[in-house]
């Protein structure tokens, strides 16, 4: 892994880059959307940390709190090299904004493609104590217009964050001989205990660790429904609830909650175990809504089997999935439009 940064205290641009091997991809060859999603959060950790340790602040590491919606433009294979370039855009009082892009090269052609780009929150906690969270560097912008652009952005997660928090209280409880193609067929859990490698200077956990489990999950409920290859498409906004500690298992557990002709909306959820002699109960630590479509042996878009919902809650939630996809294709539409005319 190589890495670039500009120069001078703070840098406001960095690059990492990496080529992909076989253990990062799946059987089909394409590169699992949870090793992206970690190359993304270790470049922006590395950004945010860096800079708010630039100025004259107590020492600090950044964490994760928040990843907007991530759409995986194009795949990545096996032996292309991933180009991740990431940016701090905008600063408040306690976190930090960087966005991200994600660009696979072949290296035998020189032909490269723009794969992912990403916005990622970061809030710095001091080495010193956890649980304070210290001042972020204010940085420079070229017009007043980016930093009141910036401030929206920031007032519309906070708000998000909240909503979320809210309403995750859900549990996914196992179904004994399920139907194929219903909820219970193919929900799915992985347990993994938290050790050294997994986290931060901090004893944390990395945000991209996390997120490459969920994806695992996700892929496996995706593949149990389809039965064919399947990639990941999009990501909705990620939200880190709570810390996770060294040494916590970790459940993270996934299921269908939607189904259009060509995608599926998977809901992961990760609870924690905390320490054995620690007095903290059981708690939900991150939630998120992954996309998944179906592909041929060609690469080629299939249909993916209706979702069989039977309870009233599977078709609450059905409904709700029905309604993120619909708002997520209008302003997909209303952006190709808005390009068209320029």
């Given at each position: 892994m190589s890495e670039r940064g500009a120069a001078g205290p703070g840098p406001a641009t960095i690059q990492v880059s990496r080529i992909m091997r076989?253990?990062?991809a799946n059987i089909a060859g394409n590169v699992h959307g949870g090793t992206v999603?970690?190359?993304i959060e270790e470049a922006g950790a590395i950004i945010s940390t860096r800079h708010c340790n630039s100025g004259q602040g107590e020492p600090c590491v950044a964490a994760l709190a928040r990843v907007e919606r991530t759409d995986f433009l194009s795949p990545m294979c096996i032996g292309e090299v991933a180009n991740v370039s990431a940016e701090i855009t905008y600063t408040s009082?306690?976190?930090v904004e960087v966005q991200v892009n994600v660009m696979s090269e072949n290296i035998l052609t020189g032909a490269k493609k723009v794969t992912n780009k990403a916005t990622l929150w970061y809030v710095p906690l001091s080495l010193k104590n956890v649980n304070k969270v210290v001042?972020?560097?204010p940085i420079?912008?070229?017009?007043k217009e980016q930093e009141d652009e910036g401030r929206k952005r920031y007032e519309e997660q906070k708000l998000d964050r909240l909503e979320t928090k809210q309403r995750n209280g859900d549990v996914i409880l196992p179904v004994i001989n399920p139907e194929p193609h219903t909820v219970g067929y193919s929900q799915s859990s992985l347990i993994h205990l938290v050790g050294p490698s997994d986290c931060t200077l901090l004893g944390f956990v990395h945000g991209g660790v996390t997120m490459k489990l969920m994806d695992e999950v996700a892929g496996?409920?995706?593949?149990?429904?389809?039965?064919?290859n399947i990639v990941t498409a999009s990501v909705d906004a990620i939200n880190f609830h709570e810390k996770i500690k060294k040494g916590s298992v970790i459940t993270i557990s996934g299921r269908m909650t939607f189904t259009s002709n060509k995608s599926m909306e998977i809901e992961v959820f990760v609870d924690a175990d905390p320490f054995v002699d620690e007095p903290q109960e059981r708690y939900r630590a991150v939630s998120a809504f992954f996309t998944y479509v179906s592909l041929s042996k060609e690469g080629k878009p299939l249909p993916v089997p209706q979702l069989l919902t039977e309870s009233e809650e599977e078709k609450r939630r059905f409904e709700e999935g029905k309604g993120r996809y619909l708002q997520t294709k209008a302003k997909r539409q209303a952006q190709l439009q808005q390009a068209a005319r320029h």
């Open positions: 076989p253990d990062d999603l970690k190359m009082k306690h976190s001042e972020v560097p420079q912008y070229m017009h496996i409920v995706a593949a149990r429904h389809c039965k064919t």
